[in-house]
């Protein structure tokens, strides 16, 4: 295995199998997304067009197993504004933690860990002195929560992460058992660093 950064034209070659492990992995508990090709390209541009972005991929050999993204919070601030409202974090000091997707297999492996090292060590070299990630919040009775969900809060706060009280964005997506778009919370995580 290796985890390697992701840019330039590597980056535009490789931005549909991020697309992909995205669609696979966001289908899964807790996001249950039911994403399309067109709309994850749109999505991932940002981060081949900016040069404060990074994109972390994971190899077994040449296949792309795993992808792990962050760019400054600043180029999100529309979408968080009104999350980051009552917040008293500077955002243009923040660094964020796009999303982690990794194929079922490899898990376990440090992987994750990985992705958390080269985004934070990237963050630290940009100046930032935060970084924080969103993580979709389910109802505890979800019909489609599987009965063996181990969620990921003991593994974030065990790197130093925590809950940020109040920092929540609303965003829409259609989940894989609903006719259309249904509006889900986001609940914000971060540290200094």
């Known amino acids: 295995m ?6 330039g034209a590597r980056l535009g070659d490789l931005l549909d199998d991020v697309a992909q492990l995205r669609i696979a992995i966001f ?15 749109r999505y991932l541009q940002v981060y081949e067009d900016s040069p404060r972005a990074i994109v972390l991929g994971a190899f077994d050999g040449d296949w792309l197993v795993g992808a792990s993204t962050g760019t400054p919070m600043s180029e999100h601030a529309d979408d968080f504004a009104d999350a980051f409202a009552q917040s008293d974090m500077d955002i243009a000091n923040t660094f964020y933690c796009g999303e982690s997707v990794l194929l079922p297999r490899y898990r376990g492996r440090g992987i994750g860990h990985r992705f958390f090292d080269g985004r934070e060590a990237f963050a630290r070299m940009g100046g930032f002195s935060h970084i924080c990630f969103a993580s979709v919040v389910r109802p505890q009775d979800h019909p489609l929560r599987p009965k063996d969900y181990r969620p990921l809060d003991g593994f974030w706060e065990r790197r130093g992460y925590e809950r940020m009280p109040g920092v929540i964005a609303r965003f829409p ?3 894989v058992d609903q006719p259309g778009e249904t509006v889900k919370p986001l609940q914000f995580w971060s540290r200094a660093l």
């Open 2 to 7: 290796k985890i390697e950064p992701l840019t």
């Open 27 to 41: 289908r899964d508990w807790p996001y249950l997304y039911d994403g399309d090709v067109a709309y994850e390209r």
């Open 173 to 175: 997506w259609k989940d």
